[in-house]
């Protein structure tokens, strides 16, 4: 299997297709790197704090989840989070579902018995669908060269997978690992932001354009990811006890600043990150046999760090 | 987010495509079915039940994970893996390694220490590399409509996710979830079976034509999907506590016929099998709005059930 290793010799089989003199081809040819030898190089202008106000940091027993909210493409899902947020509306709240290869799912267990289930406070409790929005100039689309399925236009997009589609001109988030929605009832419209759930498995993309995605953990993954699984239907834990305690799911505008998360993100518009896309349809480290020449949207890579000077 | 239902209805917007009279419609175009309504009218004979000479049982202190070699694709490696499992090589050792979104991983965590390093028994310590396999008439391959970047064909072949290149004569498996492989060095014979690794997160397709896999969890993955994480180089665990037990792996035809699992694979060239997929394709589910109509291979669950008498 491969490991985390330095490439210390170009893969000379590359140039071998080369049909140019052997000197001038290792003059001119850029090495392939790996996608540490990128990162290692990126400049810190590659990088960017994500807006305190699109952070949501919650609280598990296992540690800390970081989710960075998409208001560019689900503002009204956004603002209502913010509102659920900074009024305290998840803290005590719990994980109701763990299905395997699928999503692990929080909110409101008496989230359908409206005696029971908790005050939305402030918060709106109908929100229209934000499955797509236009493709617009404000919003950059990294693409990716590669054929995808499930939509024409495969890329990123300020951070987020997303795709589009130029014959209806519409651009919208896409399902992959870490990615969180909005879970909603039949109608294309129930759903608030109190149920999110995440995904924990292979991208289920089928529900590109039939849910709200509200933004992506950041960090903190393997917290939700690890839990026990329920093998009941749709993976929700049969038990109350079975349930995981949301101690507190809080805005970082509204945290002290020294409390805050410290992270950067690689820009997905940058240079950087096309070298690394680039780097990994065809791998330069040595384990690699046989260079794929393509890659899948959800296999990209999106790297996030502690900044330098909290190291 | 969709839960597991039944649809009491027809998609009607499906007919109003149909440029037929209403009636004639009605009595000849068949209700879209969901996977669960399909399953349910399965015949028997579109369940197999595995050889239990392909079937390695794991036992770990979290519960049992059935695995099913497959030959037709990694003769040498499932002979040795039978003979490891017979004279009781795994038993004792541990699971060194999970990465997030990535793999699992088990094996001799002194592997790499020639002083330390477990006896391999009979077993043969080198096997040639078995990335691939020719075309044969003998190899089943159901394919799916759908474009795959990875390879020019994709579908389904004795159970398992599989690939092919009619260009190059080629026949190979595929690296989705569940799927089980042989890790090696960075020399392509340096597997043999004794490292095994199974993935746990979004399908790592460059992987494909590199590394032998050697077959698919039938049951039991969520002991592997949630074993807690390393965030240490390549996910392998820093420390020997870290690490969990197998407590015991065997072959199944060598345990006594009362405490072999019972299990029933549907097969991959069934009728049954060909309409989950369209299934899947087109979600009949009331819930989806839109209905994505593609697949990527690595979507195609593969059903596993208790035999009727078993249960």
Not at 155 to 167: E, K, M, N
Not at 227 to 237: I, M, N, Q
């Amino acid at each position: 299997m491969p490991q985390v290793r330095r490439v210390l010799c170009a893969a000379l089989s590359m140039c071998a297709l080369i049909s140019v003199p052997q000197a001038f081809a290792e003059e001119t040819a850029p090495k392939p790197r790996t996608m540490d030898e990128i990162l290692a190089a990126a400049p810190a202008s590659d990088w960017r704090k994500p807006d305190a106000q699109n952070l949501l940091v919650m609280q598990l027993a296992q540690g800390t989840v970081l989710l960075e909210l998409a208001p560019d493409y689900a503002p009204q899902h956004s603002a209502n989070l913010r509102t659920l947020a900074e009024e305290g509306y998840f803290d005590g709240l719990t994980i109701n579902r763990s299905q395997d290869n699928f999503v692990v799912q929080w909110g409101d267990a008496n989230g359908d018995d409206q005696a029971k289930r908790k005050s939305l406070g402030s918060a709106k409790a109908a929100l229209p669908a934000e499955f797509s929005t236009v493709i617009r100039n404000d919003l950059p689309f990294t693409r990716i060269p590669d054929s995808d399925g499930w939509a024409p236009e495969v890329g990123f997009s300020l951070g987020f997978p997303a795709a589009r589609d130029p014959a209806t001109g519409q651009q919208w988030l896409a399902h992959c690992y870490a990615m969180v929605g909005a879970g909603r009832g039949n109608a294309p419209d129930s759903s608030n932001g109190t149920e999110l759930y995440v995904v924990i498995g292979q991208s289920p993309r089928q529900l590109d354009l039939n849910i709200t995605l509200v933004g992506r953990v950041l960090s903190g993954m393997e917290h939700l990811s690890t839990l026990p699984r329920s093998l009941a239907a749709g993976g929700f834990y049969e038990r109350p006890e079975q349930r995981v305690a949301i101690q507190r799911l809080s805005l970082a505008s509204k945290m002290p600043e020294s409390e805050r998360p410290k992270v950067e993100v690689l820009r997905t518009d940058s240079v950087t990150f096309n070298a690394l896309i680039e780097a990994r349809r065809n791998r330069a480290d040595a384990w690699y046999l046989r260079k794929a020449g393509h890659i899948d949207l959800c296999n990209v890579p999106l790297p996030v760090r502690n900044p330098p000077e909290s190291r």
